[in-house]
């Protein structure tokens, strides 16, 4: 239940920020009831007020098994979305709506109800990272975590429209040796980044280990000793024995990697261009200080119809049945 008591310390103007961030967000957290969810693409800061720190699939079960009455997401759009589907009954926050999402925005809904039509025979799997207009025409959604799982567990004869990431459907064939029929949408952040520049790395770092998220081209995989979902990469560095680590996939995640691994050393797989382009600017939108304006103002709010909640919400518990 909400509340509006506050103490005489927390009293600020309507329109000025408190002295202390950190100290606000708590106490509105306590007061809203609220749980913050942030994804490790997020700024330190926001890492830092998070009560739990995952990638989609983390994200989905925490947003699933919450008792809080508010949810707050640090992330895109789609992340929040998802929470909404599994929550109707609770208040999802976003701090700024604005945060989308490049691959979900590849994949348009009309144009993907046209070619699921064209495809009646096929099982529809689609990556997480989706408006809820396409996982409403799914049978399963997955996460980088268990797309290969997955897919495993479809029988062979069964033929499957993958969407919407084109890098991570190619992986997944390479894994699991099933012909997938892809659609063609991508992470603008993870096709940014340089194979050559890569290679110089590793030249000029010999003992290094590149890792990568499935989500890169093809030429980058390719020179990594480790690929897997954010949170597997995560995990690889912290058990690894090597010191050093060219990280090709958004930088957010260093934060994590640095604090579970003071002692080792990570590198930023650098973009084509001379740029920052290996930053995702949608994620970037959120702030610390559009955090703390969401929970006091319960605004920007995440709604959807219950048509389309109800339709996404049966190929989200299929994934989360065949990832248990």
Not at 14 to 29: G, T, V, Y
Not at 202 to 220: D, N, Q, R
Request: with cysteine; glycine share 2%.
């Amino acid at each position: 239940m909400f509340t509006t008591a506050l103490t005489k310390r927390h009293l600020t103007p309507p329109n000025e920020l408190p002295l202390n961030l950190f100290e606000a967000i708590a106490f509105l957290k306590q007061e809203l009831n609220a749980v913050i969810l942030a994804h490790y693409y997020q700024e330190p800061d926001i890492q830092d007020v998070a009560d739990y720190i995952g990638d989609s699939l983390g994200l989905s079960r925490q947003a699933a098994s919450t008792n809080a009455d508010v949810i707050v997401f640090a992330g895109v759009h789609f992340m929040a979305e998802t929470a909404k589907i599994l929550n109707p009954e609770k208040l999802v926050l976003l701090p700024d709506l604005a945060a989308g999402c490049s691959l979900a925005d590849s994949c348009p809904p009309q144009e993907f109800a046209a070619f699921k039509a064209a495809h009646p025979e096929h099982l529809v799997i689609s990556y997480i990272n989706c408006t809820a207009e396409i996982k409403a025409m799914s049978d399963i959604i997955c996460t980088s975590s268990n797309a290969v799982q997955i897919v495993k567990q479809i029988p062979a004869e069964q033929p499957i429209i993958f969407a919407p990431d084109r890098n991570l459907g190619r992986y997944v064939m390479e894994q699991t040796g099933r012909d997938l029929l892809l659609w063609q949408g991508s992470c603008i952040v993870h096709e940014t980044f340089s194979e050559k520049k890569i290679v110089q790395l590793k030249m000029a770092h010999p003992k290094a280990e590149a890792i990568a998220h499935p989500e890169c081209e093809t030429s980058v995989l390719r020179h990594a000793d480790y690929i897997g979902s954010t949170t597997a990469l995560l995990n690889h560095c912290k058990k690894s024995s090597a010191s050093t680590f060219i990280v090709a996939t958004e930088p957010g995640i260093i934060h994590q990697m640095q604090k579970d691994a003071p002692h080792k050393q990570f590198i930023p797989a650098p973009p084509t261009a001379n740029c920052a382009c290996n930053e995702c600017p949608y994620m970037r939108l959120n702030t610390l200080e559009k955090l703390y304006w969401a929970m006091k103002n319960r605004t920007p709010e995440i709604t959807m119809s219950e048509e389309i909640r109800l339709a996404a919400l049966r190929p989200m518990q299929r994934m989360l049945e065949m990832s248990a």
